[in-house]
C-alpha cells in the first residue's frame, strides 16, 4: 500500500477550504487550475509508459478533478475512514486520471506516477484497492463499479452514515447488462444517496457509441429507469458542482456529462483512434504546450 | 460403525445454515443477506421476518448481486450472498473474480445446492463446475461442509476470517459425519478414519459413501485412512503428502467436474512427489453433462456410490 504525502494532503486541505468559501468564479479558476495539472501528468505518465487510455483520460478528467477538489467528503490522510463518501471508477481504464487526481489529492506521493504501469508498480492499468489508497474497489472489466456502488450506498442506509457515493461510468460501458441490473436496483432501493455520472464522449474504441449499440435517447431511458437525470456540460465546472449536488426528489440521481474525448489536446480530441494510441515525443511536447 | 452411517438420519445443510446466520445475526448487526428471489430456496425467510431491512433481495440478477455483496462488505458489513450454487458461480464469475477475489471484499458467498442436488432439473441447475473455476481465483477461500455440524462451522469461521470465502452450502440429505468435538481449522482436511493401505479424500456428500466404503473395505482386511476435505482451498498439502507417503494409495471422490477439482488438485500434489511417493491416484467425479434423473440415480451413474469407492481403492492398492 503506497503511503500518503503529508504535505500535499496539506496543501489540498488548504486548497478545499479556499474552494468551500470561494464565489463561484473562483471556484471555477481553482477546479481549472487542478484540472489543467492533471492533464498535465496523464500526457506525461502515458508518453512515458508508452501505453494508456488518453482520450477517455482527458475526457474525464472534468468530473475527478471537480469531484476531489470539491465535492467528495474525504481524508486523504485516512483514506479507510468509515464516513467517507465513495468514490468508484468503473471505466477503469481511465486509471492515469485517477492516478494522476488521487496523487494531486495527496493520497500518495506524486513522484509515484513516474511509476505508471512500470514493472511491479503498485499503479497497474487498472486500478487496484489493496496497493492504492483512495481505490475503493478493483475495475477494469466494465459494467462492474454501479453495482458495487449500489452496495456502498445500501450500506450508508443501514449505518445511517450519511455517506454519499459516486460511480463515474464510460458510456460505452452503458452497453454492459449489469449496469442496468443496477440501475433496476438503486432505484428500487430509493437510493438518493448515489450519483452515478456517464462520461458521454460519444466514442468506445473501435467506433462512436451510436454507430456500435446505440444508447440514444440515454436520458429517457435513464428516466424511465427511475433516476432523476441531470444533463450537463462535463467541461463546465460550476455545472458538474451542481450536478453533483445530492437529490432532490428521493431518487437516485445519474448525471450525463456530455464530453470531448481527448479534451485539450487539438489532434486528440474527439478522434476515435485515440482511444488507447500513445503521443509520441513530439506529440507529448505539443500536448503539453496546449495544456500550458 | 457400517450400520450406522448408511443408516442414519440425513439432513439438508440448509437447515443449519439458516439457523447459524440467524443466530450470529442476532449479536452483530453487520450481517446482511443478499439473494436473487431466491429467499425460500436459500432458505432465508426466517432471517428475512427477522431482519427485514438486513436481506437484499436484488430479483434475478446475480451479476448484480454479487457486485452489491462486495460494496456491502467495502462499507464494514457481512454480506452472506446467497444464491442457487451454478448461477452463483457461472453467472456472476467475473464479479466473483474482480469485485470478490482479486478486490478481497470480504464476501461470504453461499452456493446453494451445489452439485446434483437439483437432480432432474438437468445440467443447467447442476453445480458441477464451481469448484474447478474457483480453484483458479487466487485470495478466495471454498469450503465444502460434510454435514450441520461443519455447515455451522463454516459460516462462524467466514464471518470471523478477515479474507473472501464461498461455502457450498448443501440442499441433498447427508448424515452427520463429523464427531461433535471435531476441530474446523482453515486449509485443513478433517480426519475421520486412520488407515495404512489407503486414504479416500472425499467432500462434501460423498464424505459419508467414503466412511461406508472404509468400512466395507475394513470387512475385507483393507486398512482405509478417510479425509475430509473440508476445504478445497486453500489446499491440505501436508495431509495430501502424508497420505501419499504412508498409505501408498488414494482415491478422491466428489460431486463435481474432475476436470480442476478435488482430485485434480490432489493430483497436482501427489504427481510432484519424491519417487516412491508419486503413489496410485484414482479419481472419481463426473465429466459429462448428465443425463435426467434424481440426485441419488446420478450418483450412482457417476459411479459415485460406496461401492464405487472400494472398486477404486482395490484398484489403487493393486487388489483388483
Known sequence: MLDSDVARIASWRSTRDEFDSAPAKRRAEILADRARETRRSIVRMIAAAGQGHIGGDLSVTDILTTLFAGVLRIDPSNPDWAGRDRFILSKGHCAAALYSTLAHTGYFAESELDTFMQPLSALNGHPNRNKIPGVETNTGPLGHGMPVGVGTAIAAKLTKSGARTFVVLGDGEMQEGSNWEALMAGAHQKLDNLTIVVDRNRLQQGARTEDTNGLDPLDEKLASFGWEVREIDGHDYLALLDAFSPSTTGKPVAVIANTLKGKGVSFIEDRVEWHHKVPSAEQAQTALEELA | ?320
Not at chain 2, 455451522?152 to 470465502?165: D, F, G, L, N
Not at chain 2, 470387512?219 to 485412512?225: F, H, I, K, L, P
Not at chain 2, 504427481?271 to 448428465?290: K, N
Open chain 2, 1 to 320: 460403525m457400517t450400520a450406522a452411517i448408511t443408516e442414519a438420519p440425513v439432513y439438508d445443510n440448509r437447515i443449519a445454515f439458516a439457523e447459524e446466520l440467524i443466530e450470529l445475526a442476532r449479536t452483530d448487526e453487520r450481517i446482511v443477506a443478499v439473494c436473487n428471489d431466491s429467499v425460500g430456496s436459500s432458505n432465508l425467510t426466517g432471517f428475512r421476518d427477522l431482519y427485514p431491512d438486513r436481506l437484499i433481495n436484488v430479483g434475478i440478477a446475480e451479476q448484480d448481486m454479487v457486485g452489491i455483496g462486495a460494496g456491502l462488505a467495502s462499507a464494514g458489513m457481512i454480506p452472506f450472498v446467497c444464491a442457487a450454487a451454478p448461477f452463483l458461480t457461472g453467472r456472476s464469475l467475473e464479479q466473483v473474480k474482480a469485485d470478490v477475489a482479486y478486490s478481497q471484499h470480504n464476501v461470504i458467498l453461499c452456493g446453494m445446492s451445489p452439485g446434483m442436488a437439483y437432480g432432474e432439473l438437468g445440467p443447467t441447475h447442476h453445480s458441477v463446475e464451481d469448484l474447478s473455476w474457483l480453484r483458479a481465483l487466487p485470495g478466495l477461500d471454498i469450503v465444502v461442509p460434510a454435514d450441520r455440524l461443519q455447515t455451522r462451522q463454516a459460516i462462524r469461521a467466514a464471518v470471523e476470517s478477515p479474507r473472501p470465502s464461498f461455502i457450498r452450502v448443501g440442499r441433498h440429505k447427508v448424515p452427520d459425519v463429523m464427531p461433535d468435538d471435531a476441530p474446523f481449522e482453515r486449509g485443513r482436511f478433517g480426519a475421520i478414519r486412520d488407515g495404512n493401505d489407503v486414504t479416500i479424500i472425499a467432500t462434501g456428500t460423498l464424505v459419508s459413501r467414503a466412511i461406508a466404503a472404509a468400512d466395507a473395505l475394513a470387512a475385507e482386511g483393507v486398512s482405509a485412512r478417510v479425509l475430509n476435505a473440508a476445504y478445497i482451498a486453500p489446499l491440505d498439502v501436508t495431509a495430501i503428502t502424508d497420505a501419499a507417503r504412508q498409505t501408498g494409495a488414494i482415491v478422491t471422490a466428489e460431486e463435481a467436474n474432475i476436470a480442476g477439482g478435488l482430485g485434480a488438485a490432489v493430483a497436482s500434489i501427489v504427481s510432484q512427489l519424491e519417487d516412491g511417493a508419486r503413489v496410485p491416484l484414482r479419481i472419481l467425479g463426473l465429466a459429462e453433462f448428465a443425463p435426467t434423473g434424481s440426485t441419488d440415480f446420478l450418483l450412482e451413474y457417476f459411479g459415485l456410490t460406496a461401492g464405487d469407492i472400494v472398486r477404486a481403492a482395490k484398484e489403487a492398492t493393486g487388489r483388483v
